[in-house]
């Protein structure tokens, strides 16, 4: 199977590497045309133009800075776009998803969008994840061939999808990662120190996706889904007054309480817009509409 990878910074240097490694023919371009030596060395072809670089395949995957790059590239080369399939993987806006599908499809191409979770040195491995978006069918043919530098999840028709499941994947990671900090930093101002607290932290963390009682997201999910938060057990106001406790003890040990204090007021502005008595979910509601 032969693919064309455009842009070789960090990411498309590792996928065109990978690509070669598991046996694909490969056809690079680059802006700066030095930086594909290393892989002209190991088996690469250079197109010279990146019109030749779309004619070599129909797979094209693009990982470059932003969607902007890639009409750089392209200008031009327009009319090679036809019947070809660009899978890319750069960061962008939904809204420039969506624009860089319309403007794909009105030279005869297709794209589909991805956003791809893993650093440098999980490309190819198995932990290496895409949320990938746009027309499935053309995503099934091309899958097989994808799975040399990932596996794809398809997330839905609308190419803004993509990088939506992007940014919220990495929300996740770094807002649950901020809270792991600032607990350590709590417990370590009386003498805890990381590794002991990590222990208890990893349980906790994974209780959270788990069923059972402690798997409140699956069941904050639930609610979520029919607008209804019994809040028999845990009331937004109890978890509002909880965290008020969170802030005062972190700022009694002297660490940063900025993360806490806007948590608080999250849990106070859903307190006040009049779900104190509901449950923990209740705070989707204000989230979904903070002028509400
Ligand atoms: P880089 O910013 O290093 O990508 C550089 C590439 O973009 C080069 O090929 C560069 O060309 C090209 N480029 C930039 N601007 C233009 C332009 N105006 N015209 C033509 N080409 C241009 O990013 P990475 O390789 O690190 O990442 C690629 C994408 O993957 C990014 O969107 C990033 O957000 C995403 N990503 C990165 C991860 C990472 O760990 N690095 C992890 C997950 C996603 P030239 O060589 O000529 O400068």
């Known amino acids: 199977m032969s693919v064309t990878v455009i842009g070789l ?33 190991k088996g690469a072809t250079l197109a010279p133009t990146a019109a030749e670089a779309l004619a070599a395949n129909e797979l094209v995957v693009l990982s470059q800075t932003h969607y902007q790059a890639m009409y750089d590239s392209l200008e031009g080369a327009e009319h090679a776009l036809e019947g070809r399939v660009l899978v890319n993987l750069s960061s962008g806006s939904p809204d420039e998803l969506r624009e860089a599908a319309r403007w794909a ?11 791809i979770m893993v650093p440098v040195p999980g490309i190819g491995t198995p932990v290496a ?106 009331t937004v106001l109890m978890e509002a007054v909880s965290v008020g406790h969170v802030v005062e003890s972190a700022r009694a040990a002297g660490i940063d309480t900025s993360v806490p204090e806007a948590v608080k007021a999250l849990f106070d502005r859903a307190v006040d817009a009049g779900h104190r008595d509901e449950g923990l979910g209740a705070i989707y509601e204000v989230i979904r509409k903070p002028s509400a």
């Open 105 to 115: 499809e009105s030279h005869g191409a297709r794209l589909l969008p991805g956003g």
């Open 9 to 41: 910074g960090p990411m498309g240097t590792r996928m065109a590497e990978v690509f070669l490694e598991k046996g694909h023919d490969v056809t690079v371009w680059n802006r700066t045309a030095s930086k594909a030596e290393p892989l002209v060395t």
């Open 129 to 234: 994840e895409t949320y990938i978006a746009g027309p499935e069918d053309v995503l099934e043919r091309h899958r097989a061939t994808l799975s040399a530098i990932t596996a794809t999840s398809y997330v839905g028709a609308d190419p803004g999808l993509a990088m939506l499941y992007y940014n919220a994947g990495f929300y996740l990671f770094v807002a649950t990662m901020a809270a792991f900090m600032q607990a350590t930093a709590l417990v370590a101002s009386a003498g805890v120190s990381p590794r002991e607290y990590a222990a208890v932290a990893a349980p906790l963390v994974r209780s959270l996706g788990e069923d059972g009682p402690m798997g409140f997201v699956k069941s904050s999910a639930e609610q979520m889904e029919t607008g209804d938060y019994p809040g028999a057990a845990d």
